[in-house]
């Protein structure tokens, strides 16, 4: 299928569905696309690997997104969970993480990149 066609259909969509507001298809649509990468997949080279600071730097000096989370997966060659989980123990107050997962050495890793780059949890 052309571009031209491409953008066709999209218009008559778009067009057949007035009623809806503009911002909300965009993010109809945007989200149906991150869906349909996540169920294609990508080559997760990276799986189970150890993470470098740098990485870590990269990953953390955006926003937790999802569009984020895809982008970095997707980059790294490693899983969208495995993204969102960066964020998620970065954000994870200290006292918590303390708790239950006292002594993990990656957890500490992300803990002291999130430090560096003024995260506060």
Known sequence: MSVRSLKKRFLDIIESNAEVDPYELRRIFTEAIREWEIQQGWEERQKRKP???????????????????????????????????????????????????????????????????????
């Open 51 to 121: 993470w470098s600071d740098d990485e870590l730097r990269v990953v953390l000096a955006d926003a937790p997104t999802k569009e984020n989370c895809l982008r970095h997966a997707r980059a790294f060659g490693r899983g969208y969970g495995a993204i969102e989980q960066i964020y998620r123990w970065a954000a994870t107050p200290d006292p918590v993480i303390k708790s239950k997962r006292p002594g993990d050495a990656f957890i500490a890793q992300i803990k002291k990149v999130a430090k560096q780059l003024g995260w506060r949890a």
